[in-house]
């Protein structure tokens, strides 16, 4: 299943799942065989062949998949929702012409799969909020979201044009203590636990009973490599795969977090990405990649925030 040969290149690799997916994929396949690939260094994949490179310089992208010999290509390099609403075009222009550069490579046939994420961002207001079916209304009002639904339409296009191998997942906000999230809305839910060890109050930019889908980051990286490893036919949505994850407000993980820290605090102060969060489902309805390759998820929310503070303690 992992064929040593491989050779694996992550595109913004010192981002939130870059480094944790480059750990786990480390494992599988040996250090030497993982290239980390962003803007700047990154000290925690020290043992990684590193390259700086920036996925809209095609040519500096091609270099190093020929320098290599690299086979699979994992792109994580992005601007999320809330760094996205700041910055629109940017955030465009990253998130469209890094996936063109990346699906034309494999096109090209110098790499013969890609993994690419998508999100419960390309959902929107007018989608049914619980348990969001895989087919259904998606009009999404962020440029992240709009971003990601015209890249599932794009991947689903390669790949019955041209048979590009391209794999993907619709990640809930994911909570991980390895690494740090940065410009999402979910971010809140990492958050919550370093400034409930910390100063034993937390302040959150959502409303308390906001729900959102989120998911613990092992399963998410458990999720990513199984879907890169089932046979082709079974991967039969070439668009982007709904995962569930947990769904839960503020109120509950905090409820949840003082059970181990009963003097955490919590208060609300609601900014922009209230809207943002508005916007997208309260749960999701992950049946078709229970049905197709098989996935299971292994944290709910208590296993999760147990798992959150006694690492991070
Ligand atoms: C975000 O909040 O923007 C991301 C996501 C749900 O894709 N974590």
């Given at each position: 299943m992992y064929n040593k040969e491989d050779k694996i290149l992550i595109i913004g690799a010192g981002g939130q799942i870059g480094i944790e997916l480059a750990q786990e994929l480390s494992l599988l396949y040996g250090s030497s065989n993982v290239i980390a690939a962003d803007v700047k260094p990154i000290p925690v994949l020290s043992n990684n062949p590193f390259e700086k490179l920036d996925v809209l310089d095609k040519d500096a992208l091609l270099n190093v998949v020929k320098k290599h010999g690299v086979s699979h290509v994992y792109l994580l390099a992005a601007l999320l929702s809330a760094t996205g609403e700041q910055n629109p075009m940017f955030a465009w222009k990253l998130n469209m012409e890094g996936l063109f550069n990346v699906l034309e490579l494999a096109k090209e046939k110098h790499i013969t799969k890609v993994y690419w994420p998508s999100s419960i961002?390309?959902?929107?207001?007018?989608?049914?909020?619980?348990?969001?079916?895989?087919?259904t209304v998606m009009e999404p009002s962020t440029i992240y979201g709009i971003s990601k639904q015209a890249g599932e339409r794009w991947c689903e296009w390669y790949h019955n044009k041209f048979g590009v191998d391209v794999r993907s997942l619709r990640y809930p906000g994911l909570i991980g203590w390895k690494s740090a999230p940065g410009g999402?809305?979910?971010d809140y839910a990492v958050h919550i636990f370093h400034e409930a060890l910390k100063n034993k109050s937390y302040e959150c930019?959502?409303?308390?009973?906001?729900a959102l889908p989120m998911m613990h980051m092992e399963d998410a990286i458990r999720a990513t490599i199984e879907i890169m490893h089932?046979?082709?036919?079974?991967?039969?949505?070439?668009g982007s795969y709904n995962l569930a994850g947990i769904s839960f407000t503020p109120k509950e993980i905090a409820e949840e977090i003082k059970k181990h820290i009963p003097e955490f605090n919590i208060t609300y102060k609601p900014d922009f990405r209230q809207q943002i969060a508005d916007s997208w489902p309260q749960s999701i309805d992950e049946s078709y990649a229970q049905k197709d390759w098989g996935w299971k998820q292994n944290y709910n929310l208590i296993t999760l925030v147990d798992n959150m503070l006694q690492n991070l303690a």
């Open positions: 961002a390309v959902f929107g207001p007018t989608t049914p909020k619980v348990n969001t079916p895989q087919y999402g809305t979910t930019f959502l409303s308390e009973n906001t089932v046979p082709a036919e079974n991967v039969k949505i070439r």
